[in-house]
């Protein structure tokens, strides 16, 4: 009996250590990328953070992945809208990398919901509701047995802005600086406008 609990502790404690070498490896920035905001024809572009944990060099790369589940619509798989630069990569322990995730919405992509059930799909708990994700898996330089996460990507497509809307943001989020870059302008102008006269 001792010797088989010797053994069933062993090969625990066996697979923590996998587990934990595994989980240690390679730490991302943000574990979601759901609910980003596009509207149909734009793209939408943000990034994500590795760094590298591991004590030696890591190889790696990038990829989208679909999970079917019976019943789905066609707007659960938008695989085919993701691209990420740089797709492959190499990292060393202590080494950031920056990668560039491209949602490009195409132009009849109706309004709503795609690439999940539901906009709770990016919450602990909800991850049947997930469908469309964004992998990457490394391994130490050479090898073969990856480790990696699923990232849920899923788009809220909506309504084209106007072109004056970007404009309009620009303005509100700068008001301080242009009413000050205005008075300035007067103040410098004033001493000229009385020469002339």
Same mark, same amino acid.
């Given at each position: 009996?001792?010797?088989?609990s010797?053994?069933?502790?062993?090969?625990?404690?066996?697979?923590m250590?996998?587990?934990?070498?595994?989980?240690?490896?390679t730490?991302?920035?943000?574990?979601?990328?759901t609910n980003?905001? =596009? $509207?149909?024809g734009?793209t939408?572009?943000t990034?994500?953070?590795?760094?590298g944990?591991?004590?030696?060099?890591?190889?790696?790369?990038?990829?989208?992945?679909y999970?079917?589940?019976?019943?789905?619509?066609?707007?659960?798989?938008?695989?085919?809208?993701?691209?990420?630069?740089?797709?492959?990569?190499t990292?060393?322990?202590?080494?950031?990398?920056?990668?560039?995730?491209?949602?490009?919405?195409?132009?009849?992509?109706?309004? =709503?919901?795609?690439?999940?059930? $539901?906009?709770?799909?990016g919450?602990?708990?909800?991850? $049947?509701?997930?469908?469309?994700?964004?992998?990457?898996?490394?391994?130490? =330089?050479?090898?073969?047995?990856?480790?990696?996460?699923?990232?849920?990507?899923?788009?809220? &497509?909506?309504?084209?802005?106007?072109f004056?809307?970007?404009?309009?943001?620009? &303005?509100?989020?700068?008001?301080?600086?242009?009413?000050?870059?205005? &008075?300035?302008? &007067?103040?410098?102008a004033?001493?000229?406008?009385?020469?002339?006269?």
């Amino acid at each position: 009996m001792k010797n088989k609990s010797a053994v069933v502790v062993a090969l625990l404690l066996g697979l923590m250590l996998i587990q934990g070498s595994v989980v240690l490896a390679t730490s991302v920035n943000q574990m979601v990328l759901t609910n980003l905001i =596009g $509207s149909p024809g734009k793209t939408i572009k943000t990034q994500i953070t590795l760094e590298g944990t591991d004590l030696e060099e890591r190889s790696g790369f990038w990829y989208v992945r679909y999970k079917k589940v019976e019943g789905d619509n066609n707007r659960m798989d938008i695989t085919s809208w993701i691209t990420i630069e740089p797709e492959n990569y190499t990292i060393k322990q202590k080494e950031t990398k920056t990668f560039t995730v491209k949602v490009k919405v195409p132009r009849d992509a109706e309004l =709503g919901l795609w690439g999940a059930t $539901s906009e709770e799909a990016g919450k602990e708990g909800y991850s $049947s509701e997930r469908r469309t994700y964004i992998v990457f898996k490394d391994a130490p =330089g050479g090898g073969n047995v990856y480790s990696g996460l699923l990232l849920p990507i899923s788009v809220q &497509v909506s309504e084209s802005e106007s072109f004056l809307e970007p404009l309009i943001n620009f &303005v509100l989020s700068n008001i301080i600086v242009i009413i000050l870059s205005l &008075v300035i302008i &007067v103040l410098l102008a004033r001493p000229l406008l009385k020469r002339r006269k």
